[in-house]
Nanobody, 119 residues
């Protein structure tokens, strides 16, 4: 079993920055991919950014150039640095990880952290 703990959300003015983190813990697991999604009430959860075990990254067009995903030195923590924030970035942000289980993967979601951007 893997536990995810997110932190770093909060209230920020438009144009400001926030950094989110998500730490994965548990016994003896191998991380495959770590990602961030966000969700506005009434809407589907949407992909924001992802980073592979090898460090390759990919971003949604809506945040490209404004966000950077990275992994900590211990590799079990994923960060999302968000710059030039806009009111439309307001959402609950979730980390999402895949761990290797045999020949497949198992997915876990974080508990979510609220990001509110005021205009």
């Amino acid at each position: 079993q893997v536990q995810l703990v997110e932190s770093g959300g909060g209230l920020v003015q438009a144009g400001g920055s926030l950094s989110l983190s998500c730490a994965a813990s548990g016994s003896d697991f191998s991380l495959n991919r770590m990602s961030w999604y966000r969700q506005v009430p009434g809407n589907q959860r949407k992909f924001i950014a992802t980073i592979s075990s090898g460090g390759s990254t990919n971003y949604a067009d809506s945040v490209k150039g404004r966000c950077a995903i990275s992994r900590g030195n211990g590799k079990n923590t994923v960060y999302l640095q968000m710059n030039s924030l806009k009111p439309e970035d307001t959402a609950v942000y979730y980390c999402y990880i895949l761990i290797n289980v045999g020949a497949g993967v198992r997915a876990y979601w974080g508990q979510g952290t609220q990001v509110t951007v005021s205009s």
